[in-house]
């Protein structure tokens, strides 16, 4: 104690110095607009930079799960194909025709790979950010993917940087179907955790059962029919007894979600001008 009291005693007037400095510096950028917005402006590019470096470090270490993940839904993805595949060929006779299936699968799609800069999925109101934008092609309305399924939609975009409204958004709304079944309904996020959503407006006479897998439906411009998005985990009715609502455990584990794809349709402008244009007349 008798030390640190003979070391502050000691230089007491550099402790003296730095003291008045920070409160000059205080006074400077609190009450002059000028370098007030100049120090903010730097501050936030400094903290951007911090903030994608701690990014960069922490998708380092994921890696590994997120690799085990990615590795087992594309092993279990193969041999659903090649299921599948065998299936066709037998009932159609004609391996030219998967060929081509399989060829012309994205054919009116383009795909831009981007990782996630900044995330959050505790708010009711959750966004994503990624580090592409309108240079690099990405445009308001596109269909965000991952390895394992849907995460959202491009909400807004900047030149280099783009926005995506999630699935873990209240004002997301995805149209999806069962895909054992086809019967299909809209996907919505009411808070809570970030593993699990629901789909509603599942009509009184659908087919499903505990475990059937949700997919996209391909009704909207955004997403092309048949990209997981979860299983059925419980169901109830909905509130006003109509229709039935479905607990999905969503696929994409949004905890660790580090390197995405945005999906591009060549179509997609068309279709949705199109139905914009039958909303602006209806009554």
């Not at 951007?48 to 839904?73: H, P």
């Not at 209240?170 to 789909?199: E, H, M, N, P």
């Not at 006003?240 to 349709?265: H, I, M, P, W």
């Given at each position: 104690?008798?030390?640190l009291?003979?070391?502050l005693l000691k230089?007491n007037?550099?402790?003296?110095?730095?003291?008045?400095?920070?409160?000059?510096?205080?006074?400077?950028?609190?009450?002059?607009?000028?370098?007030?917005?100049?120090?903010?402006?730097?501050a936030?590019?400094?903290?951007?930079?911090?903030?994608?470096?701690?990014?960069?470090v922490t998708r380092?270490?994921?890696?590994?799960?997120?690799n085990k993940?990615l590795?087992?839904r594309?092993?279990?993805l193969?041999?659903?194909?090649e299921?599948l595949s065998?299936a066709?060929?037998?009932y159609?006779?004609?391996t030219?025709?998967?060929a081509t299936?399989r060829?012309?699968?994205?054919?009116?799609?383009?795909?831009?790979?981007a990782?996630?800069v900044n995330?959050s999925?505790?708010?009711?109101?959750?966004?994503?950010?990624?580090?592409k934008?309108?240079?690099?092609?990405i445009?308001?309305e596109?269909g965000v993917?991952?390895?394992?399924?849907?995460?959202?939609?491009i909400?807004?975009?900047?030149?280099?940087h783009?926005i995506?409204?999630?699935?873990?958004?209240s004002?997301?709304?995805i149209?999806c179907?069962?895909k054992?079944?086809?019967?299909f309904?809209?996907?919505?996020?009411?808070g809570?955790?970030?593993q699990?959503?629901?789909?509603?407006?599942m009509?009184r006479?659908?087919?499903?059962t505990l475990?059937?897998?949700?997919?996209?439906?391909g009704?909207s411009?955004v997403f092309?029919?048949g990209?997981p998005v979860g299983?059925?985990d419980d169901?109830?009715?909905s509130?006003?007894?109509?229709?039935y609502?479905l607990?999905?455990?969503?696929f994409?584990?949004?905890?660790r979600l580090?390197?995405v794809?945005v999906l591009?349709?060549?179509n997609?402008?068309?279709?949705?001008?199109l139905?914009?244009?039958i909303?602006?007349v209806q009554?």
């Amino acid at each position: 104690m008798r030390n640190l009291i003979n070391f502050l005693l000691k230089y007491n007037h550099w402790f003296v110095f730095v003291l008045l400095e920070i409160i000059s510096l205080v006074l400077l950028f609190r009450f002059n607009n000028y370098q007030g917005s100049a120090f903010f402006t730097s501050a936030n590019y400094v903290a951007g930079l911090v903030y994608e470096a701690s990014n960069q470090v922490t998708r380092y270490f994921g890696l590994t799960e997120v690799n085990k993940d990615l590795t087992a839904r594309n092993v279990e993805l193969e041999i659903e194909v090649e299921r599948l595949s065998q299936a066709l060929e037998q009932y159609t006779q004609d391996t030219t025709g998967i060929a081509t299936l399989r060829e012309n699968a994205l054919k009116d799609y383009v795909l831009y790979d981007a990782r996630v800069v900044n995330n959050s999925i505790t708010h009711p109101n959750n966004f994503i950010t990624i580090d592409k934008g309108s240079a690099d092609g990405i445009r308001p309305e596109m269909g965000v993917v991952c390895g394992n399924g849907v995460v959202g939609i491009i909400y807004l975009t900047g030149q280099h940087h783009s926005i995506v409204l999630p699935i873990l958004n209240s004002k997301s709304s995805i149209s999806c179907k069962i895909k054992r079944t086809s019967y299909f309904g809209f996907l919505k996020w009411d808070g809570g955790s970030s593993q699990y959503a629901y789909v509603k407006d599942m009509p009184r006479h659908s087919e499903f059962t505990l475990g059937d897998t949700i997919v996209t439906s391909g009704y909207s411009a955004v997403f092309p029919a048949g990209i997981p998005v979860g299983t059925v985990d419980d169901m109830t009715d909905s509130h006003d007894g109509l229709s039935y609502l479905l607990k999905v455990k969503l696929f994409t584990d949004f905890a660790r979600l580090n390197d995405v794809r945005v999906l591009g349709s060549f179509n997609g402008t068309e279709q949705a001008q199109l139905e914009d244009s039958i909303r602006s007349v209806q009554p």
